[in-house]
Every structure is written in C-alpha cells, then in structure tokens.
C-alpha cells in the first residue's frame, strides 16, 4: 500500500514523534522543549537538503565530473543518448522527493512550534 498524502504521512510522523518525545523526555517540561526543538531542527535539516538535492545544485558538479571522465563511457554512446538516460532515470528515482520534502518540513515546523509552545506557556 502506497500513501501519497504528505497529511497522512505528517499525522503518522506527529504520533511517533510525540511518543518518542515522550519516551526521552519523560516529565520534565524543559526536556519536552528541548527535545521537541532539536527533533524540529532535523526535520528541517532533512527538508532543505532534500529541495537542494532535488533542485539539482549538485547536476553541474556532476556534469563537469561527467566531462572530465569521458572514459567512463561507452565509445559508440552520444551525448544525446546520455541526457535521455539521465533524464529518465533523474525522474523516477526523484519521484518520492517531494513528499518526503513537504513531510518532513511539516514535521520540522509543528516541532518547533511545539517547543515555542511549551516555552511560553508557563
């Protein structure tokens, strides 16, 4: 079974999070904010790497790599034939991207705002 719904996914991300949040933090109110804060922090981690990956920063340094090692490929291949290949297979292995892009930064601003949260509310 395959959920594409980041919503749903988000939901099941929130329940486990609380309850690891519940499991390292026990009842300690400070270690709540803390711990909700820095889960937070790497859920935005993941998201903004993920759109810097998928965003396709890192394609030049591959293209300039790919020139370089012009041995790497097959003498009778054309260039054309190596941007359809890349192509296709940059989009079925990015298919998954998006959702675990807006999932995780999801996750990352209910978090942090959790922790706000939690620290204003004394």
Same mark, same amino acid.
């Given at each position: 079974m395959r959920v594409n719904n980041p919503f749903i996914?988000? &939901? *099941?991300?929130?329940?486990?999070?609380?309850?690891?949040?519940?499991?390292t933090?026990?009842?300690?109110?400070?270690?709540?904010i803390d711990h909700a804060f820095l889960l937070g922090v790497?859920? &935005? *981690?993941v998201s903004a790497s993920l759109f810097?990956?998928?965003g396709g920063f890192f394609q030049s340094f591959a293209a300039n790599f790919k020139k370089f090692n012009s041995w790497l490929y097959?003498?009778?291949a054309s260039e054309v034939d190596r941007e359809k290949e890349s192509a296709v297979s940059r989009n079925e292995t990015h298919a998954w991207m998006p959702i675990v892009i807006a999932v995780s930064m999801m996750l990352g601003i209910f978090f942090i705002g959790l922790s706000l949260l939690l620290l204003y509310t004394v």
């Amino acid at each position: 079974m395959r959920v594409n719904n980041p919503f749903i996914l988000t &939901l *099941i991300g929130i329940v486990l999070g609380l309850g690891l949040l519940r499991f390292t933090a026990q009842a300690e109110r400070m270690a709540w904010i803390d711990h909700a804060f820095l889960l937070g922090v790497g859920w &935005l *981690i993941v998201s903004a790497s993920l759109f810097v990956v998928r965003g396709g920063f890192f394609q030049s340094f591959a293209a300039n790599f790919k020139k370089f090692n012009s041995w790497l490929y097959p003498a009778g291949a054309s260039e054309v034939d190596r941007e359809k290949e890349s192509a296709v297979s940059r989009n079925e292995t990015h298919a998954w991207m998006p959702i675990v892009i807006a999932v995780s930064m999801m996750l990352g601003i209910f978090f942090i705002g959790l922790s706000l949260l939690l620290l204003y509310t004394v």
